[in-house]
């Protein structure tokens, strides 16, 4: 399974990776109010280090917004599915 991850920050960085999980969720996980499964295999890889505290000029978080779509799966029902997180 393949997922998409779209990182936007506050000073208009973006930056986009490529998540490979070797096991797919059922549709009823991914889809799961709340985003369970997305926080739990997919969270800690968003992000590319632009908006850490020690990369940005007031020495604090930078505010960003991450998207997470999967694009690949054996389930064709899960493709499209995706998930954001801002902060």
Known sequence: MKIRIEN????GHECESTLELPDEPTAA???EEGGDWWA???????GCGHGAPENTPSGRTMP???TATVTEADNPALIGQSYEWSG
């Open 64 to 66: 960003a917004t991450y």
């Open 8 to 11: 936007y920050y506050l000073d």
């Open 40 to 46: 739990e295999y997919v969270y800690n890889d968003t």
């Open 29 to 31: 996980e991914i889809e």
